[in-house]
């Protein structure tokens, strides 16, 4: 049987990359999706596809409070109760364009917006749901080794993957009495529409040293002998989604293959 059989989930960012693989295994193991996401041609074209153990609620902006209290009462209406918040959906901003002497602050704000107030207000309709119903839930927050590392020319982007784990130890703290556990996952790099950008925006930084950023591409940095894959990270997701992980809260679940331990 699968290993979140009867459980509701939504997962933001769920039409691309860490999220659509997500979202998918999460079905296979016996979950209903709701997903979370402002490309909606990209969520209609996977509800098509997964038929009717998912469902897209659309113009989704994890950004913006109304869209967040909004997205959880649709899927109570939905299906009646949440069991599992993946707060995934994460954007890139202008990483690797310039460096601390020159960090963009519109963009800096841009991507706290997105990244930071985002997973606050996902945990707080998330965890109100569950409380409300006396659900022992399991909230995921993507974060990223560059929440636990430096990196050159990514000020907000490092900035807001440390404030997720902030989030999840925040949360972790108000919300343990209730039984809901809060977790974090953070991968290295996975080929997906955001890494591209992150590829092909440091390449085309002059100041930038070419060879190390090929090196990342390349993934010669791995210990495990293969790249990671959006699928090696959504299996550490199901881990903490299900009740595998009952006693696991504030894990930060660390999937580079070991390369931030060397
Ligand atoms: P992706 O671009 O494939 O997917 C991100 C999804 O989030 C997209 O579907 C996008 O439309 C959605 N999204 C963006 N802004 C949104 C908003 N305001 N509201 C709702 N949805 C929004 O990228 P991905 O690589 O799958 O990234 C998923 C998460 O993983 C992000 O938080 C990212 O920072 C993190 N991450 C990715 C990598 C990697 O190498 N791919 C590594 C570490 C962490």
Redesign the pocket.
């Known amino acids: 049987p699968g290993r979140l059989e009867g459980k509701v989930a939504i997962v933001?960012?769920g039409?691309?990359?860490?999220?659509e693989s997500t979202v998918r295994l999460f079905v296979e193991n016996g979950a209903v999706v709701v997903i979370?996401?402002?490309?909606d041609d990209?969520g209609s074209t996977l509800v098509g596809e997964l038929g009717p153990h998912i469902v897209a609620y659309r113009h989704?902006?994890?950004?913006i409070e109304r869209d967040m209290e909004n997205l959880v009462k649709f899927t109570l209406d939905k299906w009646g109760k949440l069991d599992i918040m993946f707060n995934?959906?994460?954007?890139?901003g202008k990483s690797m364009t310039s460096d601390a002497t020159n960090v963009d602050m519109d963009d800096f704000d841009h991507v706290m917006s997105?990244?930071v107030r985002?997973i606050v207000l996902g945990v707080k309709y998330a965890s109100k749901a569950m409380v409300g119903a006396n659900i022992k839930g399991s909230i995921i927050c993507?974060?990223?080794?560059?929440g636990i590392q430096g990196g050159v020319a990514s000020m907000a982007y490092v900035v807001s993957?440390h404030a997720i784990l902030g989030i999840m130890r925040a949360a972790c703290s108000d919300l343990g009495q209730y039984g809901i556990r809060v977790n974090c996952v953070?991968?290295?790099?996975?080929i997906?529409?955001?890494?591209l950008s992150f590829f092909r925006q440091a390449l085309s930084n002059p100041l930038l040293d070419k060879e190390s950023i090929q090196g990342i591409l390349d993934n010669n940095h791995n210990l495990v002998g293969h790249s990671l894959s959006?699928l090696d990270i959504a299996f550490a997701s199901l881990y903490l989604a299900s009740d595998d992980s009952k006693f696991v809260s504030g894990l930060n679940l660390v999937v580079d293959g070991g390369t931030s331990s060397t």
Not at 15 to 19: C, F, L, R
Not at 192 to 195: E, G, M, Q, V
């Open positions: 933001t960012g039409a691309s990359g860490i999220g979370a996401d402002i490309q990209r989704c902006n994890v950004s995934n959906a994460g954007i890139l997105v990244n985002g993507t974060s990223s080794v560059a993957k953070s991968p290295s790099a996975a997906t529409p955001l890494s959006t």
